[in-house]
């Protein structure tokens, strides 16, 4: 070995500069004016604009992919916990059938607004903490690749805008639902493809 050479060598300079970004950042394109065409993509394509930090913003059956798997990690196990409880703890009760039959359930009576407020907890932890911390990706964002993000930085949002995102989101659909599917809608419409709760957390949705 001569005297100039070096071990181990020096590493060779990533392509265009990338180093070790994220992948979104390496295949950064310059991004198109809110007010041209670009913005106008269809929401149910692959692609369209990107977020102001560069990375590509998810589409809309994207999100409601990851909605429906997230709900069936909750909701399929609750339901299992209310029928088991039901089943144990309920009491019997007749009820009137619209053919003017008889026929004997299990209830639980005022009880069962318990587990709803216990579902209500657990579900407003689950997505504040996997959308707020670390990744930003609740297992059901995994399965499409999407995260929640910072609108401005792209870093985690933390727990507590976490909570908010769910928190805004979860009061929209108590006021009699369709305030709800209206927010759940909006990214249809948004430039930059965001729910009212997004728009309160400032977060954006990403492909990563």
Partial sequence: ??????????????????????????????????????????????????????????????????????????????????FAITDVFGHPERVLLSNGTHTTTKTIGAWIWLLYGLSAVISAIYFAYFNGTRAGQTPGNRAPGIAVRDIDTGAPIGWRRGFVRFGVRFVLYLLFVVPGLFNDLFPLWDRRRQTIADKAARSVMVRI
Avoid at 32 to 52: I, K, L, N, Q
């Fill in 1 to 82: 070995m001569s005297e100039r050479e070096t071990w181990p060598p020096p590493k060779a300079p990533a392509p265009n500069g990338s180093g070790d970004l994220p992948r979104y950042r390496q295949r950064q394109a310059p991004r198109p004016d809110p007010t041209s065409s670009a913005y106008e993509v269809s929401m149910f394509s692959g692609d369209g604009p990107t977020a102001p930090f560069g990375a590509p913003l998810a589409g809309w059956w994207q999100r409601v992919g990851a909605f429906v798997l997230d709900w069936l990690v909750l909701g399929v196990p609750w339901f299992i916990i209310t």
